[in-house]
């Protein structure tokens, strides 16, 4: 199976800063088959980027995802406050799906 | 907006069988989508379970070692999962979704709001 490796595990932020996340995979992920997620503590994930580049619906243009192979990122281009959270990555171009480990975003 | 709800019981005793129940509202899930669980460890990370479709036909994910049954009811418009000879290893918040763009391996676009369930004496 395709092991994701994202760092770092957490990063210390201010509102207002631009951030960027990476996701690695094992080997490459076909199809660009690569998904980003957002968590917050209680809540179910939430669908932020999907084909590694397609805001999901509803997404702010805040968020962005690109890459393509084995590495992947996902950027936020100013952070809100509502952005502190956890976010995943996931592939699905390569049975079984699988996730990454997450990276926390936390308030510095 | 499409919306899914666990249910099931919050405490399952070790070896038994874990029973969780996924309805779904707003949605047909005889239309053109696949459904799926997915689980996560108490502080941990994210793990596919299983995926059907309404046509019967389930994908599992080889590290439940055939312990896992999907199954689908479409006259109730709502899903299942059991999970047999439970361990504390399966104590977990569990969530179903639907996959999205009508694919069998995809990512997942709605979510329930998930549901602890602890295995133990």
């Known amino acids: 199976e395709i092991v994701l490796t994202q760092s770092p595990g957490t990063l210390s932020l201010s509102a207002g800063e631009r951030v960027t996340l990476s996701c690695r995979a094992s080997?490459?992920?076909?199809?660009?088959?690569l998904a980003w997620y957002q968590q917050k503590p209680g809540q179910a994930p939430r669908l932020l980027i999907y084909g590694a580049s397609n805001r999901a619906t509803g997404i702010p243009d805040r968020f962005s995802g690109s890459g393509s192979g084995t590495d992947f990122t996902l950027s936020i281009s100013r952070l809100e406050p509502e952005d502190f959270a956890v976010y995943y990555c996931?592939?699905?171009?390569?049975?079984?799906?699988?996730f990454g480990g997450g990276t926390k975003a936390e308030i510095k | 907006q499409v919306q899914l709800q666990e249910s099931g019981p919050g405490l399952v005793k070790p070896s038994e069988t874990l029973s969780l129940t996924c309805a779904v509202s707003?949605?047909?899930?005889?239309?053109?989508?696949?459904w799926g669980w997915i689980r996560q460890p108490p502080g941990k990370g994210l793990e596919w379970i299983a995926t059907?479709?309404?046509?019967?036909?389930?994908y599992y994910n080889p590290s439940l070692k055939s312990r896992g049954t999907i199954s689908i009811d479409t006259s109730k418009n709502q899903f299942s999962l059991k999970l047999s000879s439970v361990t504390a290893a399966d104590t977990a918040i569990y969530y179903c979704?639907?996959?999205?763009?009508?694919?069998?391996?995809?990512?997942?676009?709605?979510w329930g709001q998930g549901t602890l369930v602890t295995v133990s004496s």
């Open positions: 996931q592939q699905y171009g390569s049975s079984p799906p699988t």
């Open positions: 707003n949605y047909s899930i005889s239309n053109a989508y696949y």
């Open positions: 979704a639907r996959i999205g763009q009508g694919l069998v391996e995809g990512h997942f676009d709605y």
């Open positions: 080997q490459s992920v076909s199809s660009s088959y």
């Open positions: 059907l479709y309404h046509t019967g036909r389930t």
